[in-house]
């Protein structure tokens, strides 16, 4: 499975933002597909996530109610739409795929895209 990021940029505080992360290589029915974020001097830490047959997505607290994770089959892409967001968001955001539902922690997902940099301004 390859994973390619994109859609980073830099916004205001309550500005919104939306990732994608295009997937190819094999089908992707009954993976886990994740984001997480990493900020300078932190650990990667989960943000999101979705199987990708059905649906059910889960969040991470920090996040609930202003990202909203989302899949289109025809286009094999995961999207992470980022409302209200907070300097404390600034990070760089990578997905990642699971073989299995539900995975928060980094080392359970063997497929990452490359990093998509997040920066919020004060």
């Known amino acids: 499975v390859q994973l390619q990021a994109s859609g980073g940029g830099l916004v205001q505080a309550g500005g919104s933002l939306r990732l994608s992360c295009a997937a190819s290589g094999r089908t992707l029915s009954n993976y886990c597909m994740g984001w997480f974020r990493q900020a300078p001097g932190k650990e990667r830490e989960f943000v999101a996530a979705?199987?990708?047959?059905?649906?059910?997505?889960y969040y991470a607290d920090s996040v609930k109610g202003r990202f909203t994770i989302s899949r289109d089959n025809a286009k094999n892409t995961v999207y992470l739409q980022m409302n209200s967001l907070k300097p404390e968001d600034t990070a760089v955001y990578y997905c990642a795929a699971a073989t299995s539902w539900l995975q928060t922690s980094p080392r359970e997902y063997a497929h990452w895209g490359q990093g998509t940099l997040v920066t919020v301004s004060s």
């Open positions: 979705i199987i990708w047959s059905g649906g059910s997505t």
